[in-house]
């Protein structure tokens, strides 16, 4: 469990990133959400979406394994792999799904140009997040496309 501090339960994301990938590690059947609650007794489901966010972004800085969720059923099953065919299932419908934020992000970001002077700072990083957001948003569209 995390430590009190000042009547908030505070807890070390790092430490239990951890204690979750020796025991995916162990259990390569994979582990639900309840489960993952149960082994780093936390009571709330978005702290342990933390801590599997905090070991998705440990492993993301140069490991070749990651913890992709599996719909198995219906439960969801976060199973740690290093095999492509395992993980590509997956990692499609993410990028599909990011994709489609990234198009509404685009529309956005375009009328926050039209209501920003391009000559201030809040002007300079919206059409710079503009052009990235927007070229980011045409090339998946290729790679997607090239997928399908």
């Known amino acids: 469990m995390g430590k009190v501090q000042g009547g908030v339960q505070k807890y070390d994301f790092?430490?239990?990133a951890v204690r979750l990938f020796d025991e995916l590690v162990a259990r390569p059947d994979g582990m639900t959400m309840p489960e993952i609650m149960e082994l780093l007794e936390v009571p709330r489901r978005e702290t342990a979406s933390k801590v599997i966010t905090t070991l998705r972004l440990n492993l993301g800085e140069?490991?070749?394994?990651a913890v992709p969720v599996f719909i198995e059923g219906?439960?969801?099953v976060y199973k740690l792999t290093g095999i492509w065919d395992?993980?590509?299932?997956w990692l499609s419908k993410r990028a599909r799904y990011k994709a489609k934020t990234i198009k509404t992000d685009v529309a956005s970001l375009r009328a926050l140009v039209q209501s920003t002077d391009g000559r201030s700072k809040d002007g300079k990083v919206v059409r710079s997040l503009t052009t990235s957001i927007q070229r980011l948003?045409?090339?998946?569209?290729?790679?997607?496309?090239?997928?399908?």
Not at 137 to 148: G, S
């Open 14 to 16: 790092e430490e239990l």
């Open 74 to 76: 219906n439960r969801h």
């Open 62 to 65: 140069g490991d070749s394994i």
């Open 86 to 89: 395992e993980a590509h299932k």
């Open 137 to 148: 948003d045409e090339d998946l569209a290729t790679y997607l496309e090239e997928v399908k």
